[in-house]
């Protein structure tokens, strides 16, 4: 192995195994993880993934649900991808970076790794000594300062999946904030969580094999989920039980109640605005008041929540 291959650490002794060359969202690349978990879908198995939760990944998984389809920010993710990399390439001049095949691990045939680029040891080398992943972002929410490792937990779990199967120690990301501004951070191997990692997928994969299904979260994509599910409508009464009923019934006056408060929280605020722009305290943003034809339009909270 190479100095910076990794050293001790839990992932096979051989190496991956090149299940392919595809490109991302096609029949082929949905069809090589299909009975597997992805770098972008190991977030869901440990509960962090914005976009998808354990429960509707399961259902992927069994069939029961169409592959994810694809978004704008996923398409517009696509299509800034080779820029980001030619990018990195060009900053990093000292460093051979070459497109990357889809992996799965050797001794886990279910731990799928598909890098956006490998950083090898020569040109025409095939075996990676560091990974590069290409990211986009509305804003910088979520990502600290440049040159750390503080970046979204979902793509810190992708980074870290990528690494285990691959057996290299050090992750380059790669992202373009808002369209113009590039910044570099580096994730490097952590054998700890991604033993937790690999723990929760075979876990995961092992439910899926036995057919059970996860319970039931307050995640978007779970009730998206359960919405998809049935097909047609019988002209039948369901009985259902006293706490759920009771249950719906809460969350529907909690929801009511929120949603009031939320409104007067946000009156305040904007008659506090008044024809201002933007609410701060201490410097730091707190929401952002639009306009259409002079009159107030929208009170937009900032990203960032924090009241420290």
């Known amino acids: 192995m190479t100095d910076t291959a990794l050293a001790g650490a839990s992932a096979p002794a051989a190496g991956p195994t090149v299940l392919g060359w595809f490109e991302p969202g096609t029949t082929d690349w949905h069809a090589a993880r299909a009975n597997g978990i992805g770098g972008s879908e190991i977030a869901a198995v440990m509960g962090i993934s914005p976009y998808e939760s354990r429960f509707s990944l399961w259902h992927r998984k069994q069939g029961l649900i169409a592959p994810v389809e694809e978004s704008e920010v ?30 799965a691990a050797a001794d886990r045939p279910w731990q799928i790794a598909n890098p956006d680029r490998l950083i090898v040891p020569a040109p025409g080398a095939d075996h990676p000594v560091e990974i590069v992943e290409a990211k986009t972002a509305r804003d910088d929410h979520g990502w600290g300062k440049a040159g750390t490792d503080d970046i979204p937990v979902h793509y810190r779990a992708q980074a870290l999946w990528y690494l285990d199967v691959l057996q290299v120690s050090r992750c380059h990301v790669a992202v373009l904030i808002a369209g113009s501004e590039y910044r570099e951070y580096v994730i490097d191997y952590d054998e ?117």
């Open 74 to 103: 996923m398409y517009w993710g696509k299509v800034h991808e080779p820029a980001i990399c030619a990018r990195f390439a060009e900053l990093h001049p000292e460093l051979f970076v070459s497109m990357a095949p889809t992996y």
């Open 192 to 308: 700890a969580e991604a033993d937790l990692m690999v723990a929760a997928g075979a876990e995961f994969m092992r439910t899926v094999e036995a057919n059970e299904r996860p319970d039931i979260d307050g995640h978007a994509a779970t009730f998206q989920t359960i919405k998809a599910l049935p097909d047609g409508q019988d002209d039948i009464d369901i009985e259902v039980t006293a706490a759920r009923r009771d249950r719906y019934f809460a969350a529907l006056d909690a929801a009511k109640a929120a949603d009031e408060e939320k409104r007067a929280a946000a009156g305040l605020l904007l008659d506090e605005i008044g024809t201002g722009r933007r609410a701060v305290h201490d410097r730091k943003p707190v929401a952002t008041r639009t306009v259409r034809d002079g009159r107030t339009h929208s009170l937009q909270p900032a990203r960032n929540r924090s009241t420290t």
